[in-house]
């Protein structure tokens, strides 16, 4: 059988970094109530020539490096992000003309934070179907760019940022040790649109809009999704959850990350928490986190990991993956 198999991670972030104190200096916080309530110190800002996709090709090509492939070789590339450079065309394609890629697959993800679970599920079936072989599956946001800089309840929360993985299809056989993602389980519950919601948009202000958020009720549902997903992806898998070496979690808040391993029994040390230096970085989070955990040297080849998130819809999902 084929499965599709990460070769290669990247990331960048923008050059400004801002610290909490930083911010206190023009909104109304402080650097206790932001590391208490949410983990965060860092988060980098986005300066005027730095975009969704030019974040996302500089990541694109640190995983490249990584995998040892070269842009040619690339036939899909799919960018999972809220805030592209343009309504259209797809900040995918502005990405593939960064590169360099005169023809390939390229088009854009939106499904908030859980945005990279989704476009991997889409590479990864892709893949498996036989349609393409390599694959660049990239998160990439300017979340600075729809914030409302009055609004402390937000605004602290968020920062820019893009990762990147390049998959790879690669003849296996059909056991649970073998190399590559084994399960995906996706959701969504539209119910839920006016807890996390941009209030703007092509369609209906014609403006770009902000971002609106009732924190404590996503909060609520976030630790509920994500155990849940988690436990029904890990049986996907034919896994139990004591298999797990490292969990990559969406970095939106350390708060949901202990609480999340907790309900699961899973011990601190597994899970990979990359919140504290760049914030919530929305799509761009989860390949963040993963690469700063395989390049650190933490996440080693054959260990078992589980990527998760949650966002904006609500969405939520997680990917079983033997790296
Ligand atoms: N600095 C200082 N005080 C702040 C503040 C800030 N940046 N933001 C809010 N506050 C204040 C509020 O005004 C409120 O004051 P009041 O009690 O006088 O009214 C108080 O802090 C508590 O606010 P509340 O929103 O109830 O706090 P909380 O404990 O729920 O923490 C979040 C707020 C946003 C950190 C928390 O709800 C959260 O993390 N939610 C999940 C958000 C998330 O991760 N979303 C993305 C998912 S993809």
Request: with cysteine.
């Amino acid at each position: 059988m084929i499965r599709a198999v990460i070769t290669g991670t990247g990331s960048a972030l923008p050059a400004r970094r801002v610290s909490n104190a930083q911010l206190a200096e023009t909104v109304d916080t402080s650097d206790e109530w932001i590391v208490e309530r949410t983990g965060i110190r860092f988060r980098h800002i986005a300066d005027e020539h730095e975009t969704t996709a030019t974040l996302g090709a500089d990541a694109a090509r640190a995983a490249l490096a990584a995998a040892g492939a070269a842009a040619r070789d690339i036939d899909l590339i799919v960018l999972a992000t809220a805030t592209p450079d343009q309504t259209f065309p797809s900040s995918a394609t502005k990405i593939q003309a960064l590169l360099g890629i005169d023809d390939c697959v390229a088009f854009d993800v939106a499904a908030v934070c859980s945005g990279f679970l989704y476009a991997l599920q889409v590479a990864d079936s892709m893949i498996r179907a036989g349609a393409v072989r390599r694959a660049l599956v990239i998160g990439s946001e300017t979340f600075s760019r729809i914030l409302d800089w009055e609004d402390r309840a937000t605004c602290v929360l968020f920062g820019d940022g893009a990762g990147a993985i390049v998959l790879e299809a690669r003849e296996s056989d059909a056991a649970a040790d073998a190399q590559g993602v084994l399960a995906v389980r996706l959701h969504a519950d539209g119910r839920h649109n006016q807890l996390l919601y941009v209030d703007g948009g092509p369609s209906t202000t014609g403006t770009v809009g902000k971002l609106r958020m009732k924190g404590r009720e996503v909060f609520r549902h976030a630790v509920v999704n994500l155990a849940a997903v988690l436990t029904e992806t890990m049986a996907a898998a034919g896994l139990a959850p004591d298999a797990i070496d490292w969990l990559v979690p969406h970095q939106a808040n350390a708060r949901i990350l202990d609480a999340t391993a907790k309900k699961l029994g899973l011990s601190p040390e597994k899970v990979v928490v990359t919140v504290d230096r760049h914030a919530n970085t929305s799509a761009a989070s989860v390949p963040l986190a993963l690469d700063t955990a395989v390049r650190d040297g933490r996440i080693k080849h054959g260990d078992l990991i589980v990527l998760e998130a949650m966002g904006g819809g609500f969405t939520w999902g997680a990917a079983v993956v033997r790296f």
